[in-house]
């Protein structure tokens, strides 16, 4: 844990460089075994979520690590959208900087999100890419209620400890315009001794965690009123299956405002690709369609992707949204049941079975995809060392049958843990 009074220089140069190399030795053996098992770089056909068939071999297996979470990556109207917007534009994309051109059905995609989440929405090829260019921003104190080119200053900038890797990989290039901090987990206490210290300072975390869990947001708002605190939040594993029209678990929980960066993937319960950042005033979206790198390269959201998310905006306008959402709940509920884990009850889809053991979490998963389903292990750096175990999705088109077997075979399988 890095402390208040370290230097932000602790994240970059010599140090990082020989934690990524203790991270690697102690990792790549369990991939190792993991490739031996057949479990990493999987060939397959697909005809659903649900029935994945390695052609070589004719094995069949559901995929329960899927982040579809409402099943949209499969649905007609989504598909139809890519084909739509291919036939209109006769082009793949622009192939330029957006800074420069944007092309209308991307626009169109904005406005419509942008209406759609109640923010002022800007896209990007990925939530990576635009995390690698807002970041840097919000560390300057570029990123302001102005955004006239001024900084008041950078932001120390803490990071909660199980924030995701796309926002912990952009460290050290925060650290060379302000202070560095990480956090431990949803720890308010100590964000709060970090903003009496400091008068300007940055929180970045996960909204709906990838490993499982939701930050806690109500003091992070406190602490938001009472301190000036900026929030940078990517709530990636919400988007679509909370708030009414699929607005995420943030956005549902707070008005947006010049001190809040919502980002989200297009790529999970939205069913498409991409990313967004929901922002609090259209001076922002300016600046940084002008000056956030990545976010405005010619790399953009492929105008087919573009089509495919206004085809799921429509869906997130109709009643098939909440039938969606129900389903989903319903099977987050029964898996809860049947097999409970440390995040039951939590309203979200990310389920972990622990184990303990690295070369344990491979063996189960091994056996189950020997039985017909795909799960994956999850080991050190992804988790912390000593709770190894199994990563598991819901998803609204799971059936209870598929739900129910697969617990059968976990509980079969952990019964002597």
């Known amino acids: 844990m890095t402390e208040a009074t370290e230097p932000a220089e602790s994240v970059q140069g010599p140090r990082r460089y020989r934690n990524a190399a203790a991270m690697l030795a102690t990792a790549d053996p369990v991939w190792q075994a993991a490739g031996a098992n057949g479990l ?21 297996f559901a995929n329960m690590v899927s982040c579809a979470y409402l099943g949209l990556n499969n649905h007609p109207q989504v598909a139809a959208g890519a084909v739509d917007a291919l036939t209109e534009s006769r082009s793949t994309w622009l192939v330029t900087s957006t800074t420069r051109i944007r092309h209308n059905l991307l626009v169109r995609l904005e406005e419509e999100l942008g209406d759609l989440f109640g923010a002022h929405v800007l896209p990007g090829a990925s939530c990576t890419s635009l995390t690698a260019g807002i970041l840097p921003l919000v560390a300057s104190g570029h990123l302001n209620d102005r955004c006239d080119g001024s900084s008041d200053g950078p932001r120390v900038m803490v990071f909660d400890r199980f924030c995701h890797f796309c926002m912990a990989y952009v460290k050290p290039i925060c650290a060379d315009e302000a202070l560095v901090l990480n956090c ?49 939040i990517d709530d990636s594993h919400s988007l679509s299956i909370m708030g009414e029209r699929g607005e995420g678990f943030v956005r549902s929980r707070l008005e947006m405002n010049p001190l809040t960066v919502i980002v989200a993937s297009l ?9 967004i950042a929901m922002l609090g005033n259209r001076e922002q979206f300016e600046f940084l369609h002008r000056h956030a790198g990545p976010v405005g390269w010619s790399q953009n959201v492929a105008l087919p992707l573009v089509g495919a998310s206004l085809g799921s905006a429509a869906i997130h306008r109709s009643p098939e949204l909440a039938e969606l959402q129900g389903r989903l709940n319903r ?51 992804i988790v ?17 049958r598929l739900i129910t077997e697969f617990a059968g075979h976990v509980k079969e399988l952990t019964a002597d843990l």
């Open 384 to 400: 912390p060392k000593g709770e190894a175990g199994l990563r598991l999705m819901m998803r609204a088109d799971m059936d209870e």
């Open 184 to 232: 431990p987990h949803n720890d308010l206490d100590y964000l709060e001794d970090i903003c009496r210290k400091y008068p300007r300072v940055a929180y970045v975390a996960d909204g709906a965690y990838s490993m499982g869990g939701a930050a806690a947001l109500d003091g992070l708002l406190e602490l938001q009123d009472r301190y000036g605190l900026f929030l940078y």
């Open 331 to 381: 099977n987050i509920d029964l898996f809860d049941e049947l097999l409970p884990t440390s995040f039951a009850g939590n309203g979200l889809p990310v389920r972990r079975v622990d184990v303990g053991d690295a070369e344990r979490a491979v063996k189960l998963s091994a056996q189950l995809f020997e039985r017909g389903f795909y799960s994956s292990a999850v080991f050190f750096p």
């Open 40 to 60: 990493i770089g999987i060939k397959v056909d697909s005809e659903s979520n649900n029935r994945l068939i390695v052609r070589e071999t004719g094995h069949e």
């Open 267 to 275: 790529g999970k319960g939205f069913g498409t690709g991409g990313g």
